[in-house]
C-alpha cells in the first residue's frame, strides 16, 4: 500500500487562504451529477429526494454538467431555479472522463466497495485522472464559496476533493457521505492507493456512512493507513485536524412516495399490468442493472421457487425492472448477456402457451409507474450481494396498502437490512433459501403481513429524507 502523500490536508500551494469561519452560511452540495433545470438526462433522482431538505432557497448545487469536452471547464456554468436554487456545473475532458469515470470510480472503487475483488481494474493513469477531475471540481468551486459555507460532497467519485480544496485554502466545515458501503483493511489494501484516500478523506471535518459496519471499517483503515487512534466518538486528528466518522443513513419521503403509490394505482400503468396479471400474484425486482444487485443469484431463486414448491408455477409472475446502466465498462455488459441468457433459460423451462413466469425489462420506467407497480407487487424482492442502503427496500414498504400489504424480501447485505429487521431476511447468495422467503411471503397470513409491514412503515417514517439532512448538517454544523 502506498503512504498516505500528495494530497495531504496541509495543502500542496503554499499556507492555506484562511476564510472566515461563523459566518451564517449556505449548504453547498456537491455530487457527482446535478440535477440542474435544464439538464434532462441527469439521473440524480434519488439524490434529489434524499437533499430536498437540504437544498432550500439560497443553496449551491455544484458538479459535473453531464458534458464530455475537449477540455475541462475551469469556469462553472451557472443556473439559478424557480426555487431560488444555484445550480453550478462543469464539462469534463473526454481524455479524463473515460478514465475518471469508467476507469477509476467505476472499474475500481464500485467493485472493491462492493466487495468485488475479482471484478477490480486498477491502472495509476486511472488513478490520475480521478485526481485531476477532482482537483478540476475543487478550482472550479473555489471562487463561488462564501465564509461560512457548509460544504457536503456526496460519494465515491469525489473522494479526494475534499483535500484539493483544503490545498487552494478553503477552510470552510466540509463534510463527505458516502452512499455505497465501505470495506475492512483487509480489502481496501487491495487497492494501492488506498491511504491515500484515507488521507484525503480525512481533510473533512465529517465523514459520513449508511451504517455502524462502514463506521468501523473506515476508522479501522484510519487507524493502519494513517496510524491514528480513533476516540469513542469516531474523532481522530491527522496533521492538526479533526475527523469525526458518523452514521447517517439514508431515507425517502416516506409520505410523499406513500401519496404517489396510492394515486398510481389509478394510472394507465398500473393498471395495465394489473390486468396482464390476472389473478397471479407479482414479485417485482427495480434495480439499476448493476453486478452489485444480485441479479443473476436473483434469477435463479425465481427458479429454484417454481421448481420446489410446484403450487406457485401459473400462480406468479417475476417482474424485474432492471435499468441500463454505466454501458461503457465491460462488467455491466457481461452481466447483461448473463441475465439475458438466464432469463431464457427460466422461461424455456416454466413457460406454458398462456404463462411466461418471468418479465424482465431494462428500459427506464417512471417513478410515479414504479411506484404503482411496487403497490401491486405481493413480494418486493431486494436481493443485492452488497448495498450501501437500497432505497427499492424503502419505497416498496412506503407504497404498500397497509389493508393488504406486499412482502419485503430483502438481502442481509443490504444497509437497509441494519433496521428493517421485519422483512423476511435472506442471503442472496442462496437461492433455496430466497426462494424459501418467496414461498413464505405468498403464503403469510394476512395478519402477519399487516403486523411485518406496520413494523417496517414505523422505520421507513423514522429514518427519513429529512431526518437525513438534517443529522449530517447538524454534525457538520457543530464545530466542536
Ligand atoms: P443505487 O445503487 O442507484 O444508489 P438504490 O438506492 O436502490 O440504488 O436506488 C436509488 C433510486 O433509483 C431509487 O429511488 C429507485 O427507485 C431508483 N431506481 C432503481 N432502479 C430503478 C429502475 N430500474 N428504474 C427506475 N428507477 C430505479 C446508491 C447506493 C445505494 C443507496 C443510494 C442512496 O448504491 O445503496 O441506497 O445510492 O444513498
Known amino acids: 500500500m502506498s503512504k498516505a502523500s500528495t494530497l495531504t490536508p496541509a495543502g500542496r500551494s503554499g499556507a492555506p487562504r484562511a476564510r472566515e469561519k461563523n459566518a451564517p452560511g449556505r449548504v453547498v452540495i456537491v455530487s457527482n451529477r446535478v440535477p440542474s433545470p435544464s439538464d434532462k438526462t441527469a439521473t440524480a433522482g434519488g439524490l434529489a429526494v434524499a437533499l430536498a431538505d437540504a437544498v432550500t432557497p439560497g443553496s449551491l448545487w455544484f458538479g459535473w454538467s453531464g458534458k464530455r469536452a475537449d ?158 487512534q480513533p476516540d469513542n466518538a469516531g474523532c481522530y486528528l491527522y496533521q492538526g485536524r479533526k475527523t469525526r466518522a458518523v452514521l447517517t443513513p439514508i431515507g425517502i419521503d416516506s409520505d410523499k412516495f406513500a401519496a404517489l403509490a396510492e394515486t398510481a394505482e389509478q394510472t394507465a400503468e398500473t ?85 411466461v413466469p ?23 424482492l431486494v436481493t443485492p450481494l452488497r448495498d450501501g442502503m437500497n432505497l427499492v427496500a424503502k419505497e416498496y414498504v412506503a407504497a404498500q396498502n397497509a389493508a393488504n400489504p406486499g412482502m419485503l424480501v430483502l438481502s442481509r447485505f443490504a444497509g437497509a437490512a441494519d433496521e428493517l429487521t421485519e422483512a423476511l431476511i435472506v442471503n442472496p447468495f442462496d437461492p433455496d433459501e430466497v426462494a424459501a422467503a418467496m414461498h413464505q411471503g405468498l403464503v403469510m397470513p394476512l395478519e402477519e403481513r399487516q403486523a411485518r409491514h406496520a413494523a417496517l412503515l414505523a422505520k421507513v417514517k423514522h429514518t427519513n429524507a429529512r431526518r437525513y439532512c438534517e443529522q449530517f448538517l447538524e454534525y457538520l454544523r457543530d464545530d466542536q
Open 71 to 228: 477540455e475541462t471547464s475551469a469556469k462553472a456554468h451557472t443556473e439559478i431555479s424557480d426555487t431560488n436554487v444555484t445550480y453550478a456545473t462543469i464539462d469534463i475532458a473526454e481524455r479524463d472522463y473515460q478514465r475518471f469515470y469508467n476507469g477509476f470510480a467505476n472499474g475500481a472503487l464500485w467493485p472493491l466497495l462492493h466487495y468485488r475483488t475479482g471484478l477490480l481494474r486498477f491502472n495509476r493513469p486511472d488513478f490520475e485522472a480521478y485526481r485531476t477531475v477532482n482537483r478540476a471540481f475543487a478550482e472550479a468551486l473555489l471562487p463561488l464559496i462564501r465564509p461560512g459555507d457548509l460544504i457536503w460532497i456526496h460519494d465515491y467519485q469525489l473522494m479526494t476533493m475534499a483535500a484539493e480544496l483544503r490545498a487552494l485554502g478553503v477552510a470552510n466545515r466540509i463534510g463527505f457521505f458516502l452512499h455505497v458501503p465501505f470495506v475492512p483493511p483487509s480489502l481496501l489494501q487491495v487497492l494501492p492507493p488506498a491511504a491515500e484516500l484515507i488521507a484525503a478523506l480525512s481533510a473533512c471535518d465529517i465523514v459520513g456512512f449508511q451504517t455502524a459496519g462502514d463506521v468501523s471499517a473506515f476508522l479501522d483503515n484510519a487507524a493502519i493507513c494513517l496510524g491514528v
Open 358 to 380: 418471468l418479465r424482465y425489462m431494462t428500459h427506464p420506467v417512471k417513478r410515479n409507474a414504479i411506484a404503482g407497480f411496487y403497490r401491486t407487487a405481493r413480494i418486493g
Open 271 to 355: 393498471i395495465r399490468l394489473r390486468e396482464s396479471l390476472g389473478d397471479r400474484a407479482l414479485v417485482l425486482g427495480v434495480d439499476r442493472l448493476d453486478y452489485s444487485k444480485g441479479l443473476p443469484q436473483r434469477f435463479d431463486a425465481y427458479g429454484r421457487l417454481l421448481y420446489a414448491y410446484p403450487q406457485h408455477r401459473r400462480c406468479v409472475n417475476f417482474l424485474q425492472i432492471a435499468a441500463r446502466s454505466r454501458q461503457e465498462v465491460g462488467s455491466y455488459q457481461t452481466l447483461r448477456r448473463e441475465l439475458d441468457r438466464r432469463a431464457g433459460d427460466i422461461n424455456g423451462e416454466f413457460s406454458d402457451f398462456d404463462w
